[in-house]
């Protein structure tokens, strides 16, 4: 065996051969697998081969497009038959939302370069006799879709990856990695060690174990799987002997199961509520090709649906059932790329689909092993989008409830209940007193909106039995819910829009502790922090400046404000979604020395947003510090009192109007709340939530990642133009910026006015058409309320981005006239906010 390599990938599933097939196809062919027992003996041995396109998220569906069409070259290219049935993938819709699902994932799939097709029942009839296609009101179909061998699939990788040079070493059991002083990490194997530069785990079922001999809590648990394969059936026999044509792969979405045709007969997978997690500690040492016992009556539903759309399913005998075991990570969505806090550790694990995501899944990650970043915006399945919160308990409840919601329409504002509340700021009472209607990002509860006191709907009007996944609300208290989630404008519209008036009208008060904060302390500090952000960073004491870290091509990786609080000491924030990310970057780039001190301070402070014309007035009751303009401008911040409390008071915030954002020590919240609730009664203070604060953003043109901004994006391309600066020096991505500058953008940031929307706004990812040509995508959308006006932020090509050039952007199938217009179209001038 090896003793040294490049890179050692531990895993021989699909994901893991794919990992090193695309390694050594990019160039580094010293590198080498290693499998515990025989390939495939994990999960992919069970897996049902399917190979959806279908998926809400940009970055999967990247990935998914890729290996489709990577699996058929792969037989080319080794003359090795993979298996691949091109028989298309056909998805049914029972309900309206479920064609607003499909509308807008169609659009989705436009942006992505995916072919899908509107089929009819009429049309599914007239291709397939047999399915039955009473109740059904529309379909999409994939046409580049269908079903592949697992095994064939991964034979032929592990012979594409062995001819380019890399090898595999099956039967060695990994027991240990070790990191050398000179930075490079020891395999440790029952056959030997091998020294290298990189490790990817592609462990499977095993990565809770992988975890623990890392020293890493791996955010993936699996979950039991089952499908039943039948005997064939006669009639399907004769009708495939007449030419007929074989069985697409039939998706009853709002029945919860996935139908093929196999050898004659059927496979029917049902995914089922009350489908536990196993693998909880790892398997067994001796694990290999397992399966669990079946337990047919968890599927009892789903098999009296089946039968009733593919009467054939009841007509003849079970051949086998297959119950294994499936990783999950809480949302779904497999986790690719860096470990956090590991040098040169990469993980390609938590694959609920994995072997449509094992060939895209390899190629990215070997992209941006080798060259430093990937290609495809990769943050929807970055491994650092959970964090420390995603322990085994909260894995376990929320992996069951991603299987259990494969089905589920995706709604854009949906907001899953399992496992919260988990983190809540001290005010978390106060503001659910006040009517708060909680979402959850990074584990912390923040209010969306704000109901009315009393409010709440009747949820036996709402659902409909005689479907599996109709579900558009959260769980009923006392039988009512105050939300219904939808793609279009719901009962929540009106309550959001008053909070936007009112906050734009009096003041308001919004709670954002979840903001990731880290101070940056040390000599170097300055120095360090000038490397790593494009913008220059504020030489005066006090003042804020809105920071961006690029991404090695230029594009853009992270958004901060850095504000120097005490001379050398410098408080960075930056989106609570992004915080192990963005604090794990802050890490790895950091001068080995001594002269950079990072101290991570999300759960030490809070933050208040007060924010609305008399916001000055509110406050100035509670502190003796000057609040005027020309003692505490636009952009600065100093540390205040608020009555017996104190904050760091910072004259910024992401709603266009007066206000100040408040990071106070946590344990003061509470007293700082009641102070700013009693000193604004005499303004009518009211809360407002996220949902408020989006469309408020929106008006302002305000990027977010990975919407606005992206590594698929250059910063120029964002329009952040007064925020990067080639001339201040060196800095992370400037050099490859100038480039891609030289070069000629392909994509400009714009502002769009939708017309005639009656309905339903842009939610991003639209698609957006010229003379009947696609020619960019919605970042984000949303009603401006102090315009009254629909709108969107979109990526176009430069000619296009225009003030006063029309467009026509695609909104759940039907087209709406756009016009590009100016950017922060509300007080463009920010007059309000400098007031």
């Known amino acids: ?175 240990g990695f070790e990191r050398t002083d000179d930075g490079l990490w020891v395999v440790k194997t029952d056959k030997g060690d091998i020294t290298c530069e990189h490790i990817v785990t592609a462990t499977g079922n095993f990565v809770r174990k992988t975890g623990e001999m890392l020293g890493i809590d791996i955010p993936v648990i699996p979950v039991e799987h089952q499908y039943i394969v039948t005997e064939p059936h006669p009639e399907i026999q004769k009708f495939r002997a007449g030419n007929g044509e074989e069985l697409c792969v039939l998706r009853e979405s709002d029945s919860s199961w996935y139908l093929r045709e196999e050898n004659g007969g059927l496979v029917l997978g049902p995914y089922e509520k009350g489908a536990p997690c196993c693998y909880v500690d790892g398997p067994d040492a001796d694990s290999e090709y397992e399966l669990f016992q079946e337990d047919l009556e968890r599927l009892e539903p789903h098999i009296e649906t089946a039968m009733a759309r593919l009467p054939y399913f009841g007509e003849v005998g079970i051949k086998k059932v297959y119950n294994g075991a499936i990783c999950y990570t809480p949302d779904g969505s497999p986790i690719i790329g860096p470990a956090w806090d590991l040098p040169n550790v990469w993980l390609n694990e938590g694959h609920s689909f994995g072997i449509t995501a094992a060939g895209g899944a390899g190629w990215q990650l070997a992209e941006w092993m080798v060259d430093g970043e990937p290609t495809v915006d990769m943050m929807g399945v970055d491994p650092r989008r959970f964090g420390p919160y995603a322990t085994r308990g909260y894995l376990k409840e929320k992996n069951e409830e991603a299987y259990a919601n494969v089905f589920t329409v995706h709604y854009p504002d949906e907001e899953r209940a399992a496992g919260r509340p988990l983190k809540t700021a001290p005010c978390y009472d106060r503001m659910k007193a006040l009517g708060a209607v909680f979402g959850s990002v990074y584990g912390w509860e923040r209010p969306n909106w704000f109901a009315p006191n009393g409010y709440g709907i009747d949820v036996s009007s709402l659902d409909k039995p005689d479907l599996h996944t109709v579900h558009n609300h959260p769980p009923a208290e006392n039988g009512k819910v105050r939300e219904i989630w939808s793609f279009r404008r719901s009962n929540y519209f009106e309550h ?15 709670d954002m502790s979840a903001f990731a904060k880290m101070e940056v302390s040390g000599p170097g500090a300055r120095d360090y922090l000038d490397r790593i952000l494009a913008n220059r960073i504020p030489k005066k004491q006090g003042r804020i400046g809105l920071c961006h870290m690029l991404s090695l091509n230029g594009g853009v990786r992270s958004e901060f404000t850095v504000y120097e609080w005490a001379p050398g000491r410098f408080y960075l924030v930056s989106a609570g979604a992004f915080e192990r990310h963005d604090h794990d970057y802050l890490y790895k780039l950091a001068p080995s020395d001594g002269s950079v001190t990072l101290r991570p301070i999300t759960q030490k402070y809070g933050v208040l947003v007060l924010a609305g014309p008399k916001s000055r007035d509110v406050l100035q009751k509670l502190t003796d510090t000057d609040l005027s303009n020309d003692t505490f401008g636009w952009l600065s911040g100093k540390p205040i009192s608020v009555g017996t409390a104190s904050a760091h008071a910072l004259r ?147 000619d296009l981005a225009e003030i006063g050039k029309t467009v026509e952007i695609e909104i759940l199938g039907k087209m709406h006239p756009a016009t590009v217009i100016e950017e922060s179209p509300f007080d463009p001038d920010n007059e309000r906010l400098r007031a």
């Open 1 to 175: 065996m090896e003793t040294r390599a490049k890179v050692v990938v531990v895993g021989g599933g699909v994901v893991g051969v794919s990992t090193l097939y695309h390694l050594c196809r990019k160039g580094w062919t010293d590198s080498v697998l290693i499998e515990r027992k025989e390939l495939t003996s994990g999960s992919t041995w069970h897996a049902a081969g399917l190979l959806p396109l279908f998926n809400m998220s940009y970055s999967v569906g990247q990935i998914h497009k890729y290996s489709v069409r990577f699996y058929q070259e792969l037989q080319e290219e080794t003359g090795q038959d993979v298996g691949f049935r091109k028989v298309s993938n056909v998805r049914l819709a029972r309900q309206a939302d479920r064609m607003d699902e499909y509308h807008y994932y169609a659009s989705i799939a436009k942006t992505l370069g995916i072919e899908v097709n509107w089929i009819t029942p009429d049309e599914i009839k007239a291709r397939w006799p047999y399915v039955e296609t009473d109740g059904l009101i529309g379909a999409i179909q994939h046409p580049e879709d269908g079903y592949i061998q697992p095994a064939d699939l991964t034979q032929a990788l592990a012979k594409g990856a062995r001819d380019r040079g890399g090898k595999i070493y099956r039967n060695t059991l990994v027991n």
């Open 496 to 510: 959001v829009g008053n909070e936007v008036k009112h906050v734009h009208e009096n003041v308001g008060l919004l």
């Open 652 to 798: 910024v915030n992401f709603v266009g109007e007066l206000g100040w954002e408040l990071h106070h020590p946590i344990e003061m919240q509470n007293i700082i709340f009641d102070l700013l609730m009693d000193a604004g009664a005499e303004f009518d203070i009211k809360p407002f939530g996220i949902r408020a604060m989006d469309a408020m953003r929106v008006e302002k043109s305000y990027r977010l990642i990975p919407r606005e901004m992206s590594i698929e994006y250059s910063a120029y391309e964002s329009g952040l133009h007064r925020f990067v600066h080639p001339n201040k020096g060196e800095f992370i991505g400037r050099d490859a910026l100038v480039e891609w500058q030289q070069k000629g953008f392909k994509n400009a940031f714009a502002t769009l006015e939708v017309h005639d929307i009656t309905d339903t706004d842009a939610r991003g990812n639209e698609a957006i058409y010229k003379d009947g040509e696609m020619v960019g995508r919605a970042t984000s959308g949303n009603y401006g309320w102090r315009l009254g006006k629909s709108l969107a932020l979109a990526m176009v090509p430069p």
